[in-house]
């Protein structure tokens, strides 16, 4: 009981720490480094999806494992979730270091998404840290409290399943930063413009007459 207070507390602090790191830094973070000589916003790119496909993966497995009552199922599924929770941190640093590289590339549209999406990272990503807290103290709850061990299983669910929602929250205003095509209300034609297809069809009807 002493060792799960103990990680619990210690992994408490850890994700806290780094929250708080990432929320004073917010958007005067200076450019950064990236992993193994790529630009950050390479590696942004990259590994982004993995809160987003990856919890996805890990509900689906988690989710099969409890219903199949496996216990060993259960601990992939866990881990999965686990991971893909835990990848949101990396993510976020790198999407920092990014920032300012990115923002001098984008149009004034996408430096608006650029803004939303860190507003809603720095706000949601702690559902993240909470998630691979929780699929943490789950994931040892097998060996040390087995009585503990599904519903905490099943919270760590709930939890993987409400980060699911957060990241594809937070992606959605990412993906307008670079792609004009991901703004809807920019791209619906105005009420006095006529389609071009439209046009074409009045000629011939004009001709015709």
């Known amino acids: ?19 708080t790191a990432l929320a004073h830094e917010g958007m005067n973070h200076p450019a950064g480094s990236g992993l193994f000589g790529l630009p950050p916003e390479y590696v942004h790119v990259l590994i982004n999806p993995m809160p987003v496909y990856g919890m996805a993966m890990g509900i689906l497995a988690l989710g099969a494992a409890l219903l199949a009552r496996n216990k060993t199922a259960r601990a992939i599924g866990l881990g999965l979730v686990i991971l893909a929770a ?20 984008a149009d004034d549209a996408g430096q608006d998404a650029q803004d939303e999406h860190m507003l809603r990272a720095d706000r949601l990503v702690m559902v993240f840290y909470a998630t691979a807290l929780i699929g943490v103290v789950a994931l040892v709850s097998q060996k040390k ?26 992606s959605k205003a990412g993906g307008q930063i670079r792609h004009p ?17 439209d046009a074409e069809t009045n000629s011939e009807t004009i001709g015709n007459k």
Do not use: C
Request: charged letters at 10%; proline letters at 6%.
């Open 1 to 19: 009981m002493k060792t799960l207070k103990s990680l619990i507390a210690v992994t408490s602090v850890a994700l806290a720490a780094s929250s």
């Open 86 to 105: 835990a990848s949101a941190w990396p993510i976020a640093h790198f999407g920092l270091n990014a920032y300012k590289q990115i923002r001098g590339q």
């Open 145 to 170: 409290f087995p009585k503990a061990a599904v519903p905490l299983a099943v919270f760590t669910l709930l939890a993987a399943i409400t980060s699911l929602g957060a990241g594809g929250w937070i």
């Open 181 to 197: 095509e991901f703004r809807h209300a920019e791209i619906l034609p105005a009420a006095d413009e006529h389609h071009p297809h």
